[in-house]
């Protein structure tokens, strides 16, 4: 059964870093791309960031590129979304999904739990 | 970027209904379309991929099709375990977006 486990979630201050992991379980993890989407409370999916299977390609959308920086680990099949210069809508929560596919998008086949993240002073 | 405009936003049905949901991309996206059904509380849960394949395990009153580029997701007997939030997204390209979603609401 594949399983994704976020952690690192927290309340930071407006400016201040975090970094969140995803460990998963289940599958080979290195055959398949990553993703991080995060929904604000109440609101609709924004995707964060994409990863490659081998970790050679990283994708971002504008309002995150820059500030977001998406990572992971195959020998210890975790992944990593390190978010610096955090400002309020940021805040949300963050899911790791994985894709269908090792490179480019076939869809998110699996989500972890979600962590929150608020960014408020 | 590519827009995804998704409608109804908010659509109130009875069990065996039959349910569209429909989604507009602002260019074409070569089919890169998916769509998944959210729970309150839940994570999202993927029901179709690349415009009309059924994602295992998912019943096969959920169906999708397209035209051009207008995707269209069908509940064909709306059951009580479907009322949730759908929303799709295109991935043709690395800027993936999501619709705004639509809820699905017992009339």
């Known amino acids: 059964e594949v399983q994704l486990l976020e952690s690192g979630g927290d309340l930071v201050q407006p400016g201040g870093s975090l970094r969140l992991s995803c460990a998963a379980s289940?599958?080979?993890?290195?055959?398949?791309?990553m993703n991080w989407v995060r929904q604000t409370p109440g609101k609709g999916l924004e995707w964060v960031s994409a990863i490659t299977a081998s970790g050679a390609g990283t994708y971002y959308p504008d309002s995150v590129r820059g500030r977001f920086t998406v990572s992971r680990d195959n020998s210890e099949n975790t992944l990593y979304l390190q978010m610096n210069s955090l400002r309020a809508e940021d805040t949300a929560v963050y899911y790791c999904?994985?894709?269908?596919?090792?490179?480019?998008?076939?869809?998110?086949?699996?989500w972890g739990q979600g962590t929150l993240v608020t960014v408020s002073s | 970027d590519i827009q995804m405009t998704q409608s109804p936003s908010t659509l109130s049905a009875s069990v065996g209904d039959r349910v569209t949901i429909t989604c507009r991309a602002s260019q074409s996206i070569n089919s890169w379309l998916a769509w998944y059904q959210q729970k309150p509380g839940k994570a999202p849960n993927l029901l179709i991929y690349k415009a009309s394949s059924l994602e295992s395990g998912v019943p096969s009153r959920f169906s999708g099709s397209e035209s051009g580029t207008e995707f269209t997701l069908t509940i064909s007997s709306l059951q009580p375990d479907d009322f949730a939030t759908y929303y799709c997204q295109q991935y043709n390209s690395y800027s993936l977006t999501f619709g705004g979603g639509t809820k699905v609401e017992i009339k």
């Open positions: 999904a994985k894709d269908k596919a090792s490179s480019g998008s076939y869809g998110f086949d699996s």
């Open positions: 289940g599958f080979t993890f290195s055959n398949y791309a």
